[in-house]
């Protein structure tokens, strides 16, 4: 007789992964401050190679979280196909009630300038200011 299991679609597998990965010439890392926040941070090149998997890595490290921190500072390379991986993120954090920032240096700033005019996806000045507004937000549900 065959076993019978389940197979996730659409969640990713809650199973413990490495803190640390390296996808084509990015690394990817995530650190958790708080039992609430997540910090994923990546350095190098995201082009078409691993933008798909930054936004898994993101999914797989944020699930448990109410606050993501995607700090994209060390990035030296952000092609177009990143901004997928950005929009898939925003539409996840959407999902899950997820309060979330980009912390970008200038190739996610120029990338963005063109593929996010509106300024709809949460990029913020700098580190300090984005945590200030992720302490605001916390505040904010705390109050409800």
Same mark, same amino acid.
């Given at each position: 007789?065959?076993?019978? !299991?389940?197979?996730?679609?659409? @969640?990713?597998?809650?199973?413990?992964?490495?803190?640390?990965?390296?996808?084509?010439?990015?690394?990817?890392? $995530?650190?958790?401050?708080?039992? +609430?926040?997540? /910090? =994923?941070? =990546?350095? !190098?090149?995201?082009?078409?190679?691993? /933008? @798909?998997?930054?936004?898994?890595? $993101?999914?797989?490290?944020?699930?448990?979280?109410?606050?993501?921190?995607?700090?994209?500072?060390? =990035?030296?390379?952000?092609?177009?196909?990143?901004?997928? /991986?950005?929009?898939?993120?925003? =539409?996840?954090?959407?999902? !899950?009630?997820?309060?979330?920032?980009? $912390?970008?240096?200038?190739?996610?700033?120029?990338?963005?300038?063109?593929?996010?005019?509106?300024?709809?996806?949460?990029? $913020?000045?700098?580190?300090?200011?984005?945590? +200030?507004?992720?302490?605001?937000?916390?505040?904010?549900?705390?109050?409800?």
């Amino acid at each position: 007789m065959a076993a019978v !299991g389940t197979l996730r679609m659409y @969640r990713p597998d809650p199973a413990p992964v490495d803190d640390l990965q390296h996808f084509g010439r990015a690394t990817f890392t $995530v650190r958790h401050p708080s039992p +609430t926040r997540a /910090a =994923v941070a =990546v350095m !190098g090149d995201v082009d078409a190679v691993n /933008a @798909r998997e930054l936004g898994r890595y $993101v999914e797989r490290h944020t699930h448990l979280s109410k606050q993501l921190v995607l700090d994209l500072r060390a =990035v030296d390379f952000f092609g177009s196909q990143a901004f997928t /991986a950005l929009y898939y993120t925003s =539409v996840y954090c959407a999902r !899950g009630d997820v309060d979330w920032i980009i $912390v970008g240096g200038p190739p996610v700033r120029r990338l963005l300038s063109i593929c996010d005019p509106e300024g709809e996806l949460p990029l $913020v000045d700098d580190l300090a200011s984005g945590l +200030t507004r992720l302490d605001r937000l916390a505040q904010c549900h705390y109050a409800i």
